[in-house]
């Protein structure tokens, strides 16, 4: 009987058969017991097919065409146009204690390679997988691509992933995966608006509470590419495939004697719980991190939709005075700071206060924030320059960009070729500077355009491809940021939620999910985002009555409760709002530090809806006591009743009193008189059996389009 290696966590089992001359993933999903896993290897392998190589054919660890694969192969490269089939065998195997990790050694004399591929079962039961490539001889191997890759089972043909634009990021699109190849390719330097994100293979009509499910996110902020791929023969004893790892442009890595390229991890998850289940055990993960946030999420307001580049002390002192009696946390200093900021033409690059505004620096303005108790935060764009300048009047070279000649700007920028470390050393410095100078507590790092003709400039205009050294040096600005300041909080920030994925996340606090704070958009861009993060990293903002990028007006109720389910804050002028405005945010506030424990800590769980412009959505505490849910209507609907609306996601064993929350406004309803419930729900609260939530539901109120009702549920014997 074959050895194998049989990894359990948190209801998922990962089995590997140390086959020879590679060894394979025979399951990935469901937990099993040992026994069960031990007797897999009798039926792994299926017949000989007609038409085919003459055994029965096998997916591995590391697929290549030496084993009759036909689809993407594990990696491809070459040595000067040689050296182009590799036949990896099995070269040693190491199993963490705990049992929950294993290493396969590779070696492959082809393309004299040492492969280290390492299978990791995180919290939450994710399977996170990471490559590591290392040259054996001298001469240069030429990389072209390295991809983790899963088998999964024929009953998964339903594919669920995302693209998206400005101001509508992760938006859903699903199809069957037929025969072939779908393969997503993010070539912006970094993964963009319209990033796969979460790539789900599932049974069909899986929802957000039914279904098996099984995904794939590559946690890296450069160039990406996801794929899943259906050959007719299957993948091994499997149905399909699904992958992902960085995309790498022609020539990127050249490996010579020694070297390494480690890919980034790629994290696979599965659940037969539907999207929910996939979720949360994603949360899990994610929660269980060393450098996840541990303190309360503060409430915070944002000046750029309150002043734009319009800065001026007073205004900007009164905004937090403002901002303080309500109950803010935190004041974060948009664009406009620096040396000839008055647009986004020029300044970016130089990093130092203008004078002309701020006669003497930040300090009046953050001594004025911390001294009513809040934390100060500050814009920065630090990966990119525009030629309006000093720093790129000095340093032309330092611009990723060939030698050739700019190609087209965005935004009137460029992005700062970081591999040069001269560059490097610059930025550092002078971010550096101004958070030990200041004292500063958080960062809004924005990001604000794609990577084109991402090349670094070198000797006789010999230029090399730039996305990934990019990417790698960005992430070493952050750790070393991080080293020198370790209680400073950063925010990755994209022109909105471009940059959104592990990678960004290992170094920095929270994302902002998008630009758009238009209460409709954000509940379908908040909606997907937490299929992968939990709230308390997707920033989340209240703007001003009309929006900024849609040009909608919405209810302030309708504002507020969207923004509750997320990192909260605020991004509006404040010094204008009446009494009654602030006295409504006041509210909001008070109940956002209330519930944040829940928000923050609980269990994200979304109903599945025949209408789409009806939505329930809520969070659930880990031990089930206590719920918030918003129910949300974004459009007219022909039906004028939504019946009963089962409440996901409960314990059914306890009682739940059913209140309804006021403190952001009650939200305008299409109805004469509410129902009895709700009149009760309104008051003192109406006592309900979880298991009448969960199987029989609530009648819920029809409300006006562009309005939210939200219940809070707790267990009165709690």
């Given at each position: 009987m074959s050895e194998v290696v049989h990894l359990h966590r948190d209801g998922v089992s990962v089995v590997v058969e140390l086959s020879d001359p590679v060894p394979r993933l025979l399951h990935w999903g469901e937990e099993l017991d040992d026994g069960d896993a031990a007797a897999l290897p009798a039926t792994a392998d299926g017949g000989v097919l007609n038409s085919s190589i003459d055994q029965p054919r096998r997916f591995t660890v590391w697929p290549t065409e030496a084993e009759g694969w036909a689809g993407v192969p594990a990696h491809e490269g070459h040595a000067g146009g040689v050296a182009?089939?590799?036949?990896?065998?099995g070269a040693g195997v190491w199993v963490a204690d705990s049992g929950h990790a294993v290493t396969l050694n590779l070696r492959d004399a082809v393309s004299d390679l040492h492969i280290v591929l390492t299978y990791r079962l995180e919290v939450g039961g994710i399977l996170a997988v990471t490559p590591t490539l290392r040259r054996t001889a001298a001469g240069l191997y030429d990389l072209a691509s390295v991809q983790a890759l899963l088998p999964v089972p024929s009953r998964a043909t339903e594919l669920l992933d995302f693209t998206g634009k400005w101001c509508r990021e992760r938006a859903p699109q699903r199809r069957p995966l037929g025969f072939g190849s779908y393969v997503r390719d993010s070539r912006r330097g970094r993964p963009g608006h319209?990033?796969?994100?979460?790539?789900?293979?599932?049974?069909?009509?899986?929802?957000?509470?039914?279904?098996?499910?099984?995904?794939?996110?590559?946690?890296?902020?450069?160039?990406?590419?996801?794929?899943?791929?259906?050959?007719?023969?299957?993948?091994?004893?499997?149905?399909?495939?699904?992958?992902?790892?960085e995309l790498l442009r022609a020539g990127e890595i050249r490996l010579d004697a020694d070297d390494a390229y480690t890919g980034p991890t790629t994290y696979?998850?599965?659940?037969?719980?539907?999207?929910?289940?996939?979720?949360?055990?994603?949360?899990?993960?994610?929660?269980?991190?060393?450098?996840?946030?541990?303190?309360p999420r503060p409430l915070l307001v944002n000046t750029w939709e309150a002043v734009y580049y319009h800065h001026d002390l007073q205004r900007l002192s009164r905004l937090a005075e403002t901002a303080a009696a309500i109950g803010v946390e935190q004041l974060v200093l948009d664009d406009g700071w620096f040396s000839g900021r008055r647009d986004d033409t020029a300044g970016l690059g130089d990093w130092t206060v203008d004078e002309a505004i701020w006669p003497d620096g930040l300090a009046p303005l953050i001594d004025t924030v911390h001294g009513l108790g809040m934390r100060f935060g500050l814009w920065v764009e630090p990966e990119m320059v525009n030629t309006d300048s000093d720093l790129a009047r000095q340093h032309p070279d330092w611009i990723l960009a060939p030698s050739a000649g700019l190609g087209p700007a965005a935004r009137h920028q460029y992005v700062l070729d970081l591999s040069n470390e001269q560059a490097w050393q610059h930025v550092f410095k002078r971010i550096d500077r101004l958070v030990t100078q200041y004292g500063l507590d958080f960062l809004k790092w924005d990001h604000n355009r794609d990577l084109l003709e991402a090349v670094s400039r070198g000797p006789d205009r010999r230029d090399r491809p730039g996305p990934h050294a990019q990417t790698t040096a960005l992430y070493r600005l952050l750790d070393a940021l991080r080293e020198r300041h370790p209680d400073l909080e950063i925010e990755s920030c994209a022109a909105g939620g471009a940059r959104v994925d592990l990678g960004i996340l290992a170094r920095t606090d929270r994302v902002w999910a998008s630009d758009c704070n238009d209460p409709i958009e954000r509940q379908h861009i908040q909606r997907w985002t937490a299929q992968l993060l939990p709230p308390e990293l997707i920033g989340a903002h209240v703007g001003g009555p009309t929006s900024h990028t849609t040009g909608r007006t919405t209810a302030r109720s309708f504002q507020l409760a969207t923004a509750l389910f997320a990192h909260a804050g605020i991004e509006a002028d404040l010094t204008t709002a009446t009494e009654a405005e602030l006295e409504q945010l006041t509210a909001w506030a008070r109940m956002y530090r209330e519930l944040r424990p829940l928000l923050h800590a609980g269990r994200v769980v979304r109903a599945d809806l025949d209408d789409e412009h009806s939505l329930l959505h809520g969070v659930v505490s880990p031990d089930g006591a206590e719920a918030i849910f918003a129910w949300v209507q974004l459009a007219t609907t022909p039906s004028t009743s939504s019946g009963r609306v089962l409440v996901p996601g409960l314990d059914e064993g306890r009682d739940y009193l059913v209140r309804v929350r006021s403190d952001a406004g009650l939200p305008s309803m299409r109805q004469i008189t509410p129902a009895p419930w709700l009149d009760a729900a309104l008051g003192e609260g109406l006592r309900v059996p979880g298991r009448v939530l969960t199987r029989v539901g609530l009648p819920m109120p029809t409300l006006d389009p562009g309005h939210a009702l939200l219940l809070h549920l707790t267990d009165p014997a709690a």
């Open positions: 182009t089939t590799p036949r990896p065998h319209d990033s796969p994100y979460l790539m789900t293979l599932g049974t069909p009509g899986f929802g957000f509470r039914s279904g098996e499910v099984w995904a794939v996110h590559v946690a890296w902020s450069g160039n990406q590419r996801y794929l899943a791929e259906r050959l007719p023969e299957g993948a091994g004893g499997h149905g399909a495939v699904l992958g992902g790892g696979f998850g599965y659940s037969a719980e539907g999207l929910d289940g996939l979720a949360d055990r994603f949360h899990r993960m994610i929660r269980s991190r060393p450098v996840h946030p541990r303190k």
